[in-house]
């Protein structure tokens, strides 16, 4: 389901702010406060009441984040996150909320479990450093298969985009896959 519209972003609720902000922005977990069409002409199909997803919030900062770079971010996302492929998260849409301070975006998208930045923490708490990256078999003891990543960035590549912020806090991760 994606969103063929600017959604109002006061349908949702903000939960929780996922990880740490970044220059960018900042993700939060989100809840639909009531049933949130997808389209304006299906009124019927959409997302219920207390459906959770995340949302990446991009601001424009004078002098340091312009509105034309974080326009050009999400014409690079909705190009590589609207094709349904396993290794890449899925977005359903956006939404912009001007300011007299600073504007705002909001990219609507699926919520994972947790982020590769948080499984490898809780992994170096578990096994020895050298346990850990000589023994491969470890991270798939927790669902996660590295090449899931690459295979998110292979496809990314394959669309002529580059993954501008790759980190481990970007590769996000839930008990059916890996993703970018």
């Known amino acids: 389901m994606f969103f063929t519209y600017p959604v109002p972003i006061d349908r949702f609720e903000f939960v929780s ?7 960018y922005g900042e993700v939060w977990t989100v809840r639909t406060k009531t049933f949130v069409p997808t389209s304006i002409n299906s009124p019927s199909v959409g997302f219920g009441p207390n459906t959770v997803l995340a949302s990446k919030v991009l601001r424009t900062r004078p002098g340091v984040i312009t509105r034309e770079e974080i326009e ?3 014409r690079a996302i909705s190009k590589v996150a609207t094709q349904n492929h396993r290794n890449i998260v899925t977005v359903y849409g956006s939404t912009f909320q001007p300011d007299p301070r600073t504007d705002s975006y909001y990219i609507l998208m699926e919520l994972m479990d947790t982020s590769l930045d948080a499984l490898l923490d809780e992994l170096h708490k578990k096994y020895d450093f050298w346990d850990y990256w000589f023994h491969a078999a470890v991270p798939y003891r927790y669902g996660f ?5 690459l295979r998110g960035l292979e496809f990314i ?8 912020d790759l980190k481990p806090a970007n590769g996000i991760h839930d008990s059916t896959k890996a993703s970018v």
């Open 17 to 23: 702010r996922i990880g740490t902000p970044s220059s």
């Open 72 to 74: 050009e971010e999400l």
């Open 145 to 149: 298969d590295p090449c899931d990543i």
């Open 157 to 164: 590549h394959g669309l002529d985009e580059i993954h501008r």
